[in-house]
């Protein structure tokens, strides 16, 4: 049996009862599309998780990557696996039908990630960046050259990457030294790039990276960084491919994790023979760059919550089967199975809270992303786009770092035996990690938060979240078996409101005690929106009793609801409380003193 674990219940609970995911249908974009066909995307593609990339996981970490003179051997499984993922239309699923997409709604994208990820992170990289490299040069670049290189890339035949880090820039693009020299058509790049995914590989017969660069006699700083397509192998007129393009990878990294996915130093130019083609606007490379790099970050929350998903459910297996200890109270004779002991229960449930709010998070943010696509211009569709702002560093962040969380809670059910290889959590662990670090840190996701989506068009993300989560308070106000919890949700709210004002007067007028409070303050929104979403399904649970009676499912979304509400509110209103502090050792401390 395969290590991956997914409850297809769960999935379609959110998707249909909660969010009604085949209202999509109802747009224009999607009107030969009905709910039926969404359904049987999420089957097929759970079924393909598990019988095609599932297997892997093992091969991956087992066999690893062979590095030598430049180039990188994976094991042959991952590269029949690409091909075939390619060609069964998994990467360019949500994409237009102009380039060989299958124009599914944007939000399956997500959906699709949620099972692939979860059944082997480090392959479903390359896949995902490469749908993600060729959403760029279908959105930006010039005609011909999407021509040449989408549907290579969407069908699999091709790989894409990013390209942004350098060694002495790190997360501060505004430096980065690669440089882009004019010439004719075209540019020659010559720089250095290092930790890109996937940059080298033997999967596909051409890598297109996605570079940025300045031109030569552009702006210094963030204002004067362009966005080249630079392919490994250099792409004739007529698509074939011809001579190499001078893009070397001088070494891979050795990681905690991610055994099985090589992070690459990769040089362009170094013999000044790499060209490149401008990808969109001179002078716009980062805006047109943050298209993929928002599109990563919520990947980044997904493959947090997937890991903690199928984490928590191997722990609950194995919990069911070890046979260990007596019952506490009693109620059994001899040895019971472990998931009788309470500490144990209290994980598990703490586990599966963390999952289900954290996917309908995701997947709720991921359903607004298509209403900001495709709603027509207006208010309504505005709306939708400031909460997919707002959401975006929370995704990020919460679900990456809640992630590793839940995935250690998991390695602790197991006891000494989470510890070893003969289970998949040891892996799980090592794996999720990299999550909080990637895509821009965590504390830089906080400050986005509190900063930037705090601050641009008057606060608008802000304020489409507020409007959200207060039209959930205001409606479920009276709710017989649940009013207790919303009037706690809404308690919280209004601190949490007043809180985010305070902080913003503060960015202003004391930045350094402002950026000593923006994560604990990135943790409270998280975790009111994780009380909402939990309520929310917990309200639709008891619809669900009072017209079907009993059922241990909807028992379980009500049960996980009032548990992690009622344990979380005081530790949100004491990280409110943390964020309102008026004491200065962080801004403060002598560096000398730490």
């Known amino acids: 049996m395969g290590h991956f674990k997914v409850n297809q219940r769960d999935i379609f609970f959110i998707l249909k009862d909660q969010l009604n995911y085949g209202s999509l249908c109802n747009l224009k974009r999607y009107e030969s599309i009905d709910e039926k066909t969404l359904d049987m995307l999420v089957t097929e593609a759970i079924n393909f998780a598990k019988g095609v990339i599932d297997p892997l996981q093992e091969i991956g970490e087992t066999q690893g990557l062979q590095f030598n003179n430049g180039k990188v051997k994976c094991p042959p499984e991952f590269k029949k696996a690409f091909t075939q993922y390619g060609q069964d239309g998994w990467i360019a699923a949500a994409r237009d039908t102009e380039y060989g997409g299958q124009g599914f709604p944007h939000m399956m994208r997500i959906v699709i990630n949620d099972f692939m990820y979860g059944a082997c992170q480090p392959f479903n990289m390359a896949p995902s960046l490469t749908h993600g490299a060729a959403h760029l040069v279908e959105h930006f670049a010039k005609e011909e050259l999407k021509k040449i290189y989408v549907p290579k890339m969407f069908d699999g035949k091709w790989s894409g990457t990013m ?19 004019r010439e004719g058509d075209h540019f020659r790049i010559k720089g250095s790039k290092v930790f890109i995914s996937w940059g080298e590989h033997d999967l596909t017969d051409n890598i297109i990276h996605l570079v940025l660069a300045r031109i030569d006699g552009a702006p210094e700083g963030v204002d004067g960084i362009s966005l080249f397509i630079a392919p490994k192998i250099r792409v004739l007129p007529d698509g074939s491919l011809g001579e190499p393009n001078d893009v070397s990878c001088s070494s891979i990294e050795e990681k905690m994790g991610l055994h099985s996915s090589p992070t690459c130093v990769l040089n362009f130019g170094s013999h000044d023979g790499c060209i490149g083609y401008l990808c969109g606007v001179e002078n716009k490379g980062l805006a047109h760059m943050f298209r993929m790099i928002n599109m990563a970050r919520i990947n980044t929350g997904v493959c947090g919550m997937t890991l903690a998903s199928t984490a928590y459910l191997n722990a609950l297996a194995y919990t069911k089967e070890r046979i260990q200890g007596k019952d506490v109270a009693g109620r059994k004779q001899g040895n019971v199975p472990i998931i009788d002991h309470p500490d144990i229960r209290r994980m598990l449930l703490w586990m599966k809270s963390m999952v289900d709010g954290m996917r309908s998070m995701i997947y709720t943010g991921a359903f607004w992303s298509d209403l900001a696509e495709e709603l027509p211009e207006g208010e309504e569709k505005a709306h939708y786009e400031n909460l997919i702002n707002f959401m975006t560093p929370i995704i990020k962040a919460y679900c990456s770092d809640m992630g590793f969380r839940v995935c250690e809670t ?39 938060l509190m900063g930037r989506k705090m601050q641009i068009n008057q606060g608008a993300p802000f304020l489409a979240f507020k409007k959200e989560i207060e039209k959930f308070c205001n409606s479920n106000t009276s709710h017989p078996q649940l009013g207790k919890q919303i ?63 009993e059922n241990d499912f909807y028992t379980g979304k009500i049960n996980q609801a009032t548990f992690f509400t009622d344990i979380t509110i005081p530790h949100v209103l004491a990280k409110i409380e943390t964020c309102l502090r008026t004491e200065r050792e962080i801004a403060e401390m002598p560096d000398s003193a730490f």
């Open 410 to 448: 998991a390695v602790q059910c197991l006891g000494g035996y989470g510890y070893c290889k003969d289970y998949p959590l040891e892996q799980y662990l090592r794996d999720v990690k990299i999550m909080s670090l990637y895509e821009g840190t965590n504390g830089i996701q906080a400050m986005d």
């Open 163 to 181: 390209c942004l880090t350098e060694a002495d820039s790190g997360s501060n693009l505004a430096t980065i030294q690669t440089t882009a020299f």
């Open 487 to 549: 009037h706690e949700l809404i308690r919280v709210k209004d601190r949490l409101c007043a809180m985010a004002d305070e902080m913003k007067n503060r960015m202003k007028s004391d930045p350094l005690q402002w950026a000593s409070y923006t994560y604990p303050a990135l943790l409270a929104f998280s975790e009111t929106i994780m009380i909402w979403r939990l309520l929310d399904m917990a309200r639709i649970a008891y619809a669900a009793v009072e017209k079907a009676g």
